[in-house]
């Protein structure tokens, strides 16, 4: 996932004027010459090209401009031309992309990494080999969100809450208020330190997570990979190891500001650890028990141990930056009518069940429902995952599809997931409204003569066919549960907190490439 907006992509081109001037025109021709030049073109004369038209000069390269800049109005072509089939993809960022029917949602998230790669598309995606990132040589702080982060959640509660108390009157100070006492405040800019602040709360403690430079190299660090990624996937891959080191130095730069604000603490740590009274419980000091069992000397280095944090930081921020802002602009763009309703019953509910279990703690959590309907909501109108999963085809052989396409092995198959979302047939005709509380029980409205038995709730983190914000099957998003105990507490607090001038509508998101970002 590259997850930057638009202006930010700017601030980080401008940072590195320099750097990228030279390298442009040359840039051009050779994503000129790697478009024209097919890499695979026996796949292209079976499989349809998307957005491709009839008779044009340049076709690939044209869709590819077409996909780049609209990729929401290629994706409906997908289905009103080609009725949701096998079509290729051509697009600046996953390159070789081909789109399945919404049908073989399941049976792409079923195959083993032998059929499908995850990883092999992570590392493709980022360009891991070209150092994009500290090279971490193994995938431990997958295991440790997926296992500990998880099962410490309920425990974490009241230190989130905590910091998120500490954190929220800082970022919306009121500093700025106008004469009738609102102050307009820019919702990602403000909630992205927030979220920064809690979240390293829990990876690195405090006060460490209070520390505003380290905030921002973190998110720096996660906005300069996916543009590394993307400048180096240009270049063909005899000549990325020459031009790496240049594009890469940005996110070397915000290593070593990483580096140098949590090294000590990592090295006070490793000096102390196995110590009486000095266990934390925090991402850092899992990593460090972790090395320790793994008796591997790299993974106990404290750079190692640093860089792995980092990098968690840079899975988690941005995605849930992004969520706590798409959840308010929904809400405060329900319109003058609804958006009171909708705060008045999320508030009644918080205060309700936070008054039956006498204070915050994880059952409370799970049993504001209408609080998790709004994120599962507002997620599924405003995924990141716009086409995904993606997967990697891994088989020698390829892999055939379910509807019979081949496809070749190296290509990355992906599944029309905003398109899946904004399925009339699968949400009912009111798919394109935020409507809060669709997700209590009985989701989808049942007919007189329906048969089929009403669905129970379905919590936000449950991923499932349909529903792909988190991704699908056993590599979706390891930290949701995490993300969600956070975000949701984040959003209480807030609601509890603070009034909203409500608009009748939300702004509109942005679409750049595969990425569909909040304004
Ligand atoms: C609302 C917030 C979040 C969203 C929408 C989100 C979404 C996603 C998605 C779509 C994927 C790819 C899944 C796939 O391809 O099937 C993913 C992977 C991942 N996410 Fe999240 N995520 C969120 C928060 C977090 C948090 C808080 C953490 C860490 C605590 C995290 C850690 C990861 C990691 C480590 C992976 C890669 C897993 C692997 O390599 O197997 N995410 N996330």
Known sequence: MSLMKPNQVMELVEAHITLLLP??????????????????????????ILNARKGEFFPYLRAAWRNTLD????????????????????????????LLPSHEAKWLIDQPENVLSMHQQTDLHFQTAHKTVYPLRNQAHVHLV???LTRQVGNLVPVLMEEIEFAMP????????????????DVFDTLRVAIGQVTNRVFLGAPLCRNRKLLDAGVAYAQAIPVAAQLISLFPASLRWLVAPLITMPNRAYEKTWFK????????????????????????????HQAKESGDDYMWEPKTLAARVLLVNAAAVHTSSFAITHVLLDLVG???????????????????????????????????????????????????????P???????????????????????????????????????????????????????????????PARARQPWVTTSQEYLSFGGGRNSCPGRFFAAAELKLLLANILLNYDFDFQEARPPNQWFGTNHLPP
């Open 23 to 48: 390298a442009i025109s040359l840039l051009f021709f050779i994503f000129y010459v790697q478009i024209l030049s097919n890499p695979k073109p026996s796949l292209s004369k079976t499989v349809p």
């Open 71 to 98: 990729l929401k109005s290629a994706l409906d072509l997908h289905r009103t031309q080609h009725n949701g089939q096998v079509v290729r993809v051509p697009i600046v960022g996953p390159g070789n992309l081909v």
């Open 146 to 148: 997926m296992t500990k």
């Open 170 to 185: 800082q970022a919306w100070d009121g500093t700025t208020s106008d004469k009738d006492g609102w102050q307009e405040v």
């Open 261 to 288: 604000l949590t090294l000590p603490e990592v090295e006070a740590r490793l000096r102390d650890y196995g110590k009486e009274g000095q266990e934390r419980a925090d991402f850092l000091q899992w990593s460090i």
């Open 334 to 388: 329900s319109g003058n009518k609804r958006g009171p309703e909708y705060v008045a019953e999320l508030r009644d509910e918080i205060r309700q069940v936070l008054a039956t279990h006498g204070g915050w703690s994880k059952r409370a959590l799970d049993d504001m429902h209408k609080l998790d309907s709004t994120f599962r909501e507002s997620q599924r109108l405003n995924t990141v995952l716009t086409v995904g």
């Open 390 to 452: 993606l997967r990697i085809v891994n088989g020698q052989e390829g892999v055939t599809t379910p509807s019979g396409a081949h496809i070749l092995k190296g290509y990355q198959v992906g599944i029309p997931a905003y398109q899946m979302h904004m399925d009339p047939s699968i949400w009912g005709e009111d798919v394109s409204e935020f409507r809060p509380f669709r997700f209590l029980a009985n989701t989808r409205l049942q007919e007189p003569n329906d048969s089929q």
